[in-house]
C-alpha cells in the first residue's frame, strides 16, 4: 500500500502561481510512477502531468503544457506540481496518483494504482 497526501492547493487570483505536494509513504517511493489529475465540479477526471520513476521524463496535457511543471525527490518521497499562470479554468480539485507497472509514464486514469485525496485549487477572474 502507498498512502499519497497533497498539500499546497488555495485560493489564487488569475495570473499567480500555487506549487502543490504529494507525499508518499508505505513504499519504495522510487519504483512508482507518478501522476497529477484534477477534477472540476460537474466534469471527469483528466489528466494533468506526470513523471516517471527518476524524474528525468514528463508529460503534460495541452492544456497546462508551458504553464506547469512536475518534479519528485525520491530522497523526501514527495512529487510537486508548480502552477504558473494560473487561468480560471485550471480551478479544479488536484489529486496526485502512483502506478508501478506501466513500463513508462501514462496519462491513463485507470493504470494508476494509488490515490490522493486530493486538495482544491481556485482561480479567481
Known amino acids: 500500500q502507498v498512502q499519497l497526501v497533497e498539500s499546497g492547493g488555495g485560493l489564487v487570483q488569475a495570473g499567480g502561481s500555487l506549487r502543490l505536494s504529494c507525499a508518499a509513504s508505505?513504499?519504495?517511493?522510487?519504483?512508482?510512477?507518478m501522476g497529477w489529475f484534477r477534477q472540476a465540479s460537474g466534469k471527469e477526471r483528466e489528466f494533468v502531468a506526470s513523471?516517471?520513476?527518476?524524474?528525468?521524463?514528463?508529460d503534460f496535457a495541452d492544456s497546462v503544457k508551458g504553464r506547469f511543471t512536475v518534479s519528485r525527490d525520491n530522497a523526501k518521497n514527495t512529487v510537486y506540481l508548480q502552477m504558473t499562470s494560473l487561468k480560471p479554468e485550471d480551478t479544479a480539485v488536484y489529486f496526485c496518483?502512483?502506478?508501478?507497472?506501466?513500463?513508462?509514464?501514462?496519462?491513463?486514469?485507470?493504470?494508476?494504482?494509488?490515490w490522493g485525496q486530493g486538495t482544491q485549487v481556485t482561480v479567481s477572474s
Open positions: 496518483a502512483a502506478e508501478e507497472t506501466e513500463p513508462f509514464t501514462t496519462r491513463v486514469l485507470l493504470a494508476y494504482d494509488y
Open positions: 513523471i516517471d520513476r527518476s524524474g528525468r521524463a514528463t
Open positions: 508505505g513504499r519504495t517511493f522510487s519504483r512508482f510512477a
